[in-house]
Each structure stands twice: as C-alpha cells, then as structure tokens.
C-alpha cells in the first residue's frame, strides 16, 4: 500500500493563478479531508468528504474546492491564489468503521505552497 | 470558540532527560485527545485517550488526561534524538470535522 499520496510535493504561484493539489489513498478509506499547517496556528480544516460525492466545509474554506467523484481521490482547487495561502497542506484519511476513527487516520507527506 | 493550548512552544534537552509535554483545552463536547509526533512531514499518531486517569504507553512515550483540569501530559522518558520533532495535540470535540490542533510543542534532543 501506498498510503496518503500527494503531488506537487511544493509549488510556487503567482496571486491570481488557479491549482489542483493531488491527493490519493489506496486503504479504501471512506473519510477523507484537507488541513493546511501555518506557523503559530497548528492544522486548520479546510474541507472534509465522508464518502464518494459527500464534502463539506472545514474551519478554513474559502479559497478552496473540493470534489470528490472516488473513493480514492480528493482533490483540493485552489480558484484564485493569494499570498495568504502560503502553507503547506495536508491530506488525510481515515476509515469508517462504526464511524469516524480518528486514532487512524493517515495523514499524506505535505505539499509546500508559496503564493507570490 | 473551542481552543487548544500547548506549552512550552519549544524545549530543548539533553538526551537521558524527562520530557513533560502539556497540553490543556476548552472545546464543548469533549470526546478525546490526540497526540500526534510530526517529524519533518506528515503528523504520526501517538494516542488518543478519552478517559481520565488512565496512562497510555508506548515504549519510552506515555500519556494521560485529566478531564477535570481540561488537560494532558505527554512523557518521554530516556529522550534520544530521534524523539527530536513536533508534538501536536488536537481534541475530537464532536464528529471528524470537530477536531481542533494545539500548534504543537518543538522538542529538541541533544547529545
């Protein structure tokens, strides 16, 4: 198994520019979710899905979309990038179980974004 | 608002040491406590504990909440560097989006 995938592993955009930040499990997990780490702040929620064609809004959304069409895929949009979303994201699952289980969750390696 | 606080902000000891890592939290509905070590990348999970007064261990690691001081330790006995890393609290306050981070504690083990 590979885990929690990411791509790019880091990315440099220019304010105004659009993205796609990858992210891929292979653990048939039904819960999946976006967190960016930003000094002083600790992970933040950006967007969560419980399942195939299900997201939701996390702590910190706007700027941010999300999609999720597989199982496997949960891909993070960003529509319009701004200095402000300078942070490395992370991806992460977990499985379902008799509902969310947070002492599994997986996160993936991180994808450094800086906004200039 | 719910709010994890984690202190200190950065530590840095000799290996053999005691480590001692606080965490305290205010969230509505509590239903547990995370501790997480992030090394360079991605968080790892260490514990989750949702009961007060009973220590969980993993080898030199151990932790235990008190539900009654809203808080939790984090313990590191015979650091080594490669204890070396960021420890992340985060408390589950009501469903998997209701998870909220402390911004961690930077430990440093020297020789």
């Known amino acids: 198994n590979a885990g929690v995938t990411q791509t790019p592993k880091f990315q440099v955009l220019k304010t105004g520019q659009s993205m796609t930040l990858q992210c891929a499990q292979d653990m048939n997990h039904e819960y999946m979710s976006w967190y960016r780490q930003d000094p002083g702040m600790g992970l933040r929620l950006i967007h969560y899905?419980?399942?195939?064609?299900?997201?939701d809004q996390g702590e910190v959304p706007n700027g941010y979309n999300v999609s999720r069409s597989t199982t496997e895929d949960f891909p993070l949009r960003l529509l319009s990038a701004a200095p402000s979303q300078t942070s490395v994201y992370f991806c992460a699952s977990s499985l379902q179980g008799a509902g969310p289980s947070l002492e599994t969750q997986y996160f993936g390696p991180g994808t450094r974004l800086l906004v200039l | 608002e719910d709010k994890v606080v984690q202190s200190p902000l950065s530590l840095v000891v000799h290996e053999g040491d005691t480590v001692t890592l606080n965490c305290s939290y205010e969230?509505?509905?509590?239903?547990?406590l995370l501790w997480y070590k992030q090394e360079k990348k991605a968080p790892t999970f260490l514990f989750m504990l949702?009961?007060?007064?009973i220590e969980k261990k993993s080898g030199r690691l151990s932790s235990i909440l008190d539900k009654k001081e809203l808080s939790s330790i984090l313990n590191i006995t015979a650091s080594q560097t490669g204890d070396s890393a960021i420890y992340l609290c985060?408390?589950?306050?009501?469903?998997?989006?209701?998870?909220?981070f402390g911004t961690g504690t930077k430990l440093q083990v020297i020789p």
């Open positions: 969230v509505t509905n509590f239903r547990s």
């Open positions: 949702t009961s007060s007064g």
């Open positions: 899905s419980v399942g195939a064609g299900i997201t």
């Open positions: 985060a408390v589950n306050s009501g469903g998997y989006q209701k998870v909220t």
